[in-house]
């Protein structure tokens, strides 16, 4: 029980990564395009690192103390500790490291949107699992994020992604496509439990009747002979009429 609950909050803690990283790529899309291009550019390149490096420390802080409260060093496999430590470090580089960093914000901002397609696609394999046929819409979202991603990583050149139009609607899409993703993973996941109660339900109605079909028919089975017994019995008959 505690393992399932265990996998419930992690899956909650990477729910919660997504939402905000999808929210976050949103809201910049949309500040370029509705504001000074030149103000939203240089908050970007100048708090983004430092915001990002504050991320990964609180996040591998989460991972180190979960590990010591929920006893996870009893579990060979688990490298929750390990995990923890690596996020520090690199929450640490970032912030000390901030004017060298901010010179790849560009291809940051094309990784995060990468691993958003990445999760797109992961969603749509497992809606395709669920038999939901949202789970063609989800591929082709994570396939135009990934490829999009990969192609602005690429081919855009860094330092002039806050003042180019169309960055800023890549942002606004790629947020818009992993929020509706994200819902629709919701809804089939919705459908698919109730199926899935609606289907235990029917077995279990079925199953008394199933049960008294069985006793039923028992009754009138005939009784298994025990001919090897009765054989034997014979045998052991004849044999005693020539015993002394």
Request: proline share 1%.
């Amino acid at each position: 029980m505690a393992r399932n609950s265990e996998e419930i909050k992690d899956s909650k803690v990477a729910l919660v990564a997504h939402i905000v990283a999808s929210l976050i790529y949103l809201a910049l899309g949309i500040c370029f395009v509705v504001l000074d291009a030149n103000l939203v550019s240089n908050l970007v390149y100048s708090y983004s690192v430092l915001a990002v490096g504050i991320f990964f420390i609180c996040f591998g802080a989460w991972y180190m103390i979960k590990y010591f409260f929920n006893h996870e060093y009893i579990k060979i496999s688990n490298y929750g500790f390990t995990m923890g430590v690596i996020l520090v470090v690199i929450g640490a580089l970032f912030i000390f490291q901030a004017n060298t960093i901010s010179g790849y914000i560009d291809a940051l901002i094309c990784l995060i949107g990468l691993v958003l397609g990445a999760v797109m696609l992961q969603q749509s394999f497992a809606l395709f699992h669920m038999q939901r046929g949202t789970c063609f819409v989800s591929l082709f979202f994570g396939l135009v994020s990934v490829t999009a991603s990969v192609v602005f990583l690429l081919f855009t050149p860094w330092k002039d992604f806050g003042y180019i139009f169309y960055c800023w609607v890549y942002m606004i899409v790629i947020g818009g496509l992993s929020l509706f993703s994200l819902l629709l993973m919701a809804i089939g996941l919705h459908d698919y439990k109730k199926d899935s109660d609606r289907n235990y339900s029917r077995n279990m109605e079925d199953a008394p009747s199933t049960a008294k079909k069985a006793v039923d028919d028992s009754i009138f089975e005939d009784e298994p002979q025990d001919y090897f017994s009765d054989s034997y019995k014979t045998e052991q008959s004849s044999d005693s009429l020539f015993e002394d």
